[in-house]
């Protein structure tokens, strides 16, 4: 019951983030780069084995000057979103995991994208 649940609302979730992505590609088109696609299918493989997507990522933006300083936490966490999601319908029904630790992983999870991409937008660029 808790699986269906919380597969539920990362679907609905999903579902409110694939909407927002299409209004704002309406106001401003923009088509991803193969460059983009190819980092973030590597990137996203290596997440999903647990080594983790982010350091990788920025220390690719930094390198290849893709993305302005101020931008990459939320370019990261936006761009990583459909992925992470898609891991997460993965590994739900495919992992036997304790349904309690399951929802409380994805709450921090979600508070932390919620709060680390409106704090980090607003940072100065120095601390990123």
């Given at each position: ?20 992505l ?13 460059e983009g ?9 290596f ?11 920025t ?18 966490i936006?761009?990583?979103a ?47």
């Amino acid at each position: 019951m808790i699986l269906i649940v919380l597969l539920s609302a990362l679907a609905l979730a999903s579902g409110i983030f694939v909407l927002a992505l299409i209004a704002a590609l309406r106001r401003r088109p923009a088509a991803p780069s193969l460059e983009g696609v190819l980092l973030s299918a590597v990137t996203s493989f290596f997440d999903a084995l647990g080594i983790g997507g982010f350091a990788p990522t920025t220390a690719y933006f930094k390198f290849r000057r893709n993305v302005p300083d101020e931008l990459i936490p939320a370019t990261m966490i936006s761009g990583y979103a459909l992925a992470a999601a898609t891991e997460g319908f993965v590994f739900i029904t495919a992992v036997q995991v304790d349904p309690l630790l399951l929802g409380l992983s994805i709450a921090a999870s979600v508070a932390g994208a919620v709060l680390g991409v409106s704090l980090g937008a607003r940072l100065p660029v120095t601390p990123i």
